[in-house]
């Protein structure tokens, strides 16, 4: 069964480092693709199993670097006793999602075009209301971790997407990675217009980070 892949994936082979959470011994690997959602890597590490969790390092500017927490999703044996290892991103601060997207894009700037099917490095689902005290009502939801929203189109469970929280116009909105948790179908739509679904989401910021982005942003709308 072929995996329809929801974000487009940057290939590239650079040394990276990887480590096993509270340990700094570094795990030899080289990269093998990435994307706004996961990476995989090739490594000769065979300790690594399916649901372990890594953290990973990404360079940055001035020899600095940011991390990355991710989930171990799939591991495949290659020759001479090496792995592909695949990862999802499970936690990644405010910041570093900045720096991720900066980075995928500044990576991209040399990839041949594609095609209008390809899937977006970052696909984007945005909120938008008209209503302060809604707005305020789903902001609160959201600093719980998690928020039900209704969408047109189908989404795949464990898809990552930029959710975009705003009123009309608003240059100052919120926008935050999530993942869908699970989707109902309440209109299948037609040959003219697309289903209507319930979704699901979970946020993949740190907690007390996204408890802060949400105060922060209610904040501002009052002002």
Request: aromatic share 6%; charged share 25%.
């Amino acid at each position: 069964m072929l995996e329809k892949r929801s974000q487009r994936r940057v290939g590239l082979e650079i040394p990276i480092k990887v480590c096993r959470p509270g340990s700094n011994t570094a795990i030899t690997a080289h990269y093998q693709d990435l994307s706004w959602a996961g990476a995989s890597f090739i490594t000769n590490d065979i300790s690594i199993q399916p649901g372990d969790r890594l953290i990973l390092y990404f360079p940055w500017t001035n020899r600095q670097s940011f991390t990355i927490e991710a989930d171990v999703m799939r591991c495949e044996t290659l020759e001479a006793e090496r792995h592909r290892v695949a990862v999802r991103f499970t936690t990644v601060g405010h910041q570093d999602n900045q720096r991720l997207t900066k980075l995928i894009e500044l990576l991209s700037s040399g990839q041949p075009e594609v095609s209008q099917e390809t899937p977006p490095f970052v696909p984007t689902l945005e909120l938008v209301f008209d209503d302060q005290e809604e707005m305020r009502q789903k902001l609160s939801e959201i600093a719980l971790g998690g928020v039900s929203i209704t969408a047109f189109g189908a989404y795949q469970i464990g898809q990552s997407l930029l959710l975009s929280v705003g009123y009309p116009d608003d240059f100052q909105t919120l926008r935050l990675r999530a993942r869908v948790k699970s989707q109902s179908i309440e209109d299948p739509g037609d040959s003219l217009r697309p289903c209507l679904v319930t979704l699901e989401l979970a946020f993949e910021h740190p907690l007390d980070e996204l408890q802060r982005l949400t105060q922060r942003h209610m904040r501002l709308e009052r002002k």
